[in-house]
């Protein structure tokens, strides 16, 4: 997305800004911007007939629901990500991670969402939360789960589209109870 | 969203970077980083019983489908904006602007994409592309617009999210319907 020849102009905590020129289709050149962020991962952990999800509260936000899932570190492998993410967000280990989505919300900024499902999620240690937010654990029937598209503090936009269509067309929601739980 | 007291730590063509610090709910301080960037308008013309929507192609990108828009110049208020993309773009102007829906995509960058419904447009002057990418323009009945929501080169998931709710639930239809088009 950001050509090679693009020069960084700026590095941040998280975001980082690239510049470069590029000539349009009449022969003028015009100077782009771009951002980069490190990738993101979530995890949709299943626990029994149950899925887990989390009510986050950060200082001087409201409360948002969210997958368990965080950042990448330099170096670390999205898979990686995922485990620590869910381990330290919930305690949960999951025996099975299998790749669902992966989605790039923005055109400007370089950033993918991976989306893991954790099968036969199984608690290995207590909750404990970082510093930086409260977080409480839902344990959600696949059709609570399916409802969070009504919500608007659910926070994956792309996973609510993907619900939607399965609470309106039967054999997408088979596909997904069949994906998140396996055959019957 | 980005507290008063943030300093700006970076200016650039589309984006700037703010940096504050935050006190945690443990009592510990934490560097917190967001970004600004102006706000976006849209406009959904409504053209007798069909709706224009664009075919855009930048170098070296992939064609998408959007509504005409841009972003908002400093100091320009966003139906000014509506109108001024809308000739730009299209050439044409509408008769009546009715703000449609507001929406912040992205937690960490303060922006807001406004959308409008452009109410009776015509063609006012040829359409004018600027220099930087390629415009069609196509119309759209209504049904083929609900569709859009298989498309994974349209543009907006907000409204994607609201179209695929249009699609499988009659009332939201016809509500969106009278929405766009008025009363039969």
Redesign the interface.
């Known amino acids: 997305m950001i050509?090679t020849h693009a020069k960084q102009?700026?590095q941040?905590?998280?975001?980082s800004?690239w510049?470069w020129e590029?000539?349009?289709?009449?022969g003028?050149t015009?100077?782009f911007?771009k951002?980069k962020r490190p990738d993101t991962v979530n995890v949709l952990p299943v626990v029994g007939d149950k899925l887990l999800i989390l009510k986050l509260k950060q200082?001087?936000h409201q409360a948002v629901l969210a997958l368990p899932g965080g950042r990448c570190e330099e170096g670390e492998d999205f898979l990686a990500t995922a485990q620590r993410e869910l381990l330290e967000e919930t305690g949960y280990e999951a025996e099975k991670y299998a790749l669902w989505r992966s989605f790039q919300?923005?055109?400007?900024i370089e950033w993918t969402i991976h989306t893991y499902i954790g099968h036969n999620a199984t608690q290995a240690q207590s909750m404990a939360a970082d510093?930086?937010?409260?977080i409480e654990p839902l344990l959600l029937t696949f059709e609570e789960f399916l409802l969070l598209t009504d919500d608007p503090n659910f926070?994956h936009?792309?996973i609510?589209?993907v619900l939607?269509?399965a609470?309106?067309?039967k054999s997408k929601r088979d596909e997904l109870h069949t994906l998140i739980f396996g055959r019957k």
Chains 1, 2 share one sequence.
């Open positions: 050509p102009v700026f941040g905590i998280i975001f800004v510049q590029q000539q349009m289709f009449d003028t015009k100077t911007e951002l200082p001087h919300p923005e055109e400007k510093n930086g937010e409260r926070r936009p792309d609510a589209h939607l269509r609470r309106f067309d």
